[in-house]
C-alpha cells in the first residue's frame, strides 16, 4: 500500500518539535492510516493500541493487558493513569504512543481523555511523548471530537486529515499501465490506498472489475454499503438519494418529485452525506454570467459510490444471477466512457495546478473550475488574482477535439461572459487535422495529448 509522503513529512515534523505532542489523525476506513502509521513508527521507541467496540470496562481490561505484556510490568490499578505513567521508551528518546479507533474509547470513557491530557502535560510520563488519537470515523473526528474535548481543544498539537492520492500518485503506483488505464483505474476507484492495494496491475481492467467489484467474494463487492452504513443510519432513505443522484436528478427540487421525501428530510439527509464526504454541491466557477448558470447541482463526491451506484445498484438481481463478465459487458462497457468524463476533466484540472505550481502557465493561477451552464458547460477555468483567466476543454471520449467543439466552447464563454486569451485543450485520444493547422498560427492555444498528462 502507498504512503503519501506528505502526510509521513507532516507526521515526521510534529515529532521533531520539542516537548509533547498531541496529533488527531483521521480518514476514511481504506484511508491507510494503519501502514502510515507503521511505517512512521518504524524505528521510533513506540506503543500501539487499537480500541475495541466494548465497554468502558472491557477496554480498560484489554489495554492493561497488552501494556503490562509490552512493558513487562505489573498493573495494580487498573486506570488510565497507571497504564499512561509505566509506559517508557527505555532511554531519552521520544516515546509515540498510539491510539487506534480512539472514539470507541472516548465514546464510552470520559476518565480516558483526562488521563491523556495529563500525559501530554508530563503529569505521568517524564520522557518526552508524541500521542496520537487515529480514527476511520470521518463524523466522529470532525462533529464529536470538538465537543469531547471541549475548552482542552486548545491542547491539541495538530490534525490531519488523510486524503485520498492523487491522480499523480496513482499513476506513480502503477508505473507499467498507461495514463488511458490509470485514469479508468481512478474513475472507479479513486484514489483510496485501500481499495489500490487490491487492484492487480498486471490482469486487465475488466478482469479487476470483475474480481473486486461483481464477484461476491470480491474485496470491493459489499463496500459502497459498508461505507454508508458505518455511521449512517437509515440506509434504505440514503440509498435512494443515491440512487435517484446516480441517474441525473442532482437538484434538490428533483430529489423531491422523485423520492416523494419531503424536502426538509432530503436536506437533513443530503447534509449528512456531505459531512460523510459522500456528495458535494457543485458551486460554479463565479464569473458575469450568472443567470445562465445552473445553481444549487449536487453530486456523488466518493469516487467508487459513485460508480456503484451509477452501474451496479439498479442491477443487484442481474449482479447475483449473472456471471461477473457477462454483467460487464451488459451494464458497464458500453456507458464507462460517458462517466468517465468527468474523471478525465478532473486530471487535466491537476495537472494545470503541476504546471502552475511547476511555473509554467501564463500566470499564477488563484483559483479554478469548472463553469455549469443550464445549456452547456466550461470545463475548466483558471485564474489569477488580477481576474485573467485561462479556459480548458477536455476531450476523453470523441475520437477527435474539433474546431466545432472549440466553436461551442465560444458560446458557452459568451453565457458565462468571460474572456480568455489562453486555452489549453485536452484530449484523451487526438486532435482533429484541422484544428492542429489552426493552432499552429495562433499561439493562445496549447494542445495537450494523453501522453503529456
Request: one cysteine or more.
Amino acid at each position: 500500500m502507498n504512503v503519501k509522503s506528505t502526510d509521513l513529512n507532516e507526521l515526521e515534523s510534529f515529532y521533531e518539535q520539542t516537548g509533547n505532542q498531541l496529533v488527531i489523525l483521521y480518514g476514511n476506513k481504506n484511508c491507510g492510516k494503519e501502514e502510515l502509521i507503521k511505517t512512521f513508527t518504524a524505528g521510533k521507541k513506540s506503543f500501539y493500541y487499537r480500541c475495541r467496540e466494548a465497554s468502558a470496562q472491557e477496554q480498560l481490561s484489554v489495554m492493561g493487558d497488552e501494556i503490562g505484556r509490552r512493558f513487562d510490568v505489573k498493573l495494580s490499578k487498573n486506570t488510565y493513569d497507571e497504564y499512561f505513567n509505566r509506559i517508557k521508551s527505555g532511554d531519552a528518546s521520544k516515546l509515540v504512543l498510539v491510539i487506534d479507533e480512539v472514539q470507541y474509547v472516548m465514546k464510552k470513557d470520559v476518565e480516558f481523555l483526562k488521563s491523556i491530557l495529563k500525559l501530554k502535560a508530563k503529569r505521568l510520563y517524564p520522557g518526552p511523548v508524541m500521542i496520537i488519537l487515529a480514527s476511520s470515523s470521518i463524523v466522529w473526528a470532525e462533529q464529536n471530537l470538538e465537543e469531547a474535548f471541549g475548552e482542552e481543544t486548545k491542547k491539541i498539537t495538530g490534525t490531519m486529515k488523510l486524503e485520498n492520492l492523487s491522480f499523480l500518485e496513482v499513476v506513480r503506483a502503477f508505473p507499467d499501465l498507461p495514463v488511458s488505464e490509470c485514469i479508468k483505474i481512478y474513475g472507479v476507484i479513486g484514489g483510496v490506498p485501500g481499495y489500490m492495494a487490491q487492484w492487480n496491475p498486471k490482469v486487465s481492467f475488466k478482469e479487476n472489475i470483475c474480481r473486486l467489484l461483481l464477484a461476491e467474494n470480491g474485496y470491493l463487492f459489499d463496500m459502497a454499503q459498508q461505507v454508508i452504513s458505518s455511521e449512517l443510519r437509515e440506509l434504505s432513505v440514503y440509498n435512494t438519494i443515491l440512487s435517484a443522484m446516480a441517474q441525473g436528478h442532482n437538484k434538490l427540487n428533483e430529489l423531491f418529485l422523485y423520492t416523494g421525501f419531503s424536502r426538509a428530510k432530503i436536506s437533513v439527509y443530503m447534509k449528512n452525506l456531505s459531512h460523510f464526504d459522500i456528495i458535494e454541491k457543485v458551486v460554479s466557477f463565479e464569473t458575469g454570467g450568472w443567470e445562465n448558470a445552473k445553481k444549487g447541482v449536487y453530486q456523488i463526491k466518493d469516487t467508487f459510490v459513485n460508480f456503484w451506484f451509477r452501474f451496479i445498484f439498479l442491477h443487484l438481481s442481474e449482479l447475483y444471477m449473472m456471471e461477473p463478465s457477462d454483467f460487464y459487458d451488459k451494464y458497464i462497457a458500453d456507458e464507462l466512457d460517458e462517466y468517465l468524463i468527468r474523471y478525465f476533466r478532473n486530471v487535466c484540472m491537476e495537472y494545470l495546478q503541476l504546471l502552475n505550481q511547476l511555473g509554467r502557465v501564463p500566470f499564477a493561477i488563484h483559483k479554478m473550475g469548472m463553469w455549469i451552464g443550464k445549456t452547456g458547460n466550461i470545463d475548466i477555468i483558471a485564474q489569477s488574482s488580477d481576474r485573467r483567466n485561462i479556459v480548458g476543454l477536455c476531450n476523453w471520449n470523441k475520437e477527435y477535439l474539433t474546431m466545432q467543439m472549440c466553436e461551442e466552447m465560444y458560446e458557452t464563454m459568451q453565457k458565462a461572459k468571460i474572456n480568455s486569451e489562453h486555452f489549453y485543450l485536452f484530449s484523451a485520444k487526438a486532435f482533429e487535422p484541422e484544428l492542429v493547422e489552426y493552432v499552429r498560427k495562433d499561439s493562445r492555444f496549447e494542445l495537450i495529448d494523453m501522453t503529456e498528462l
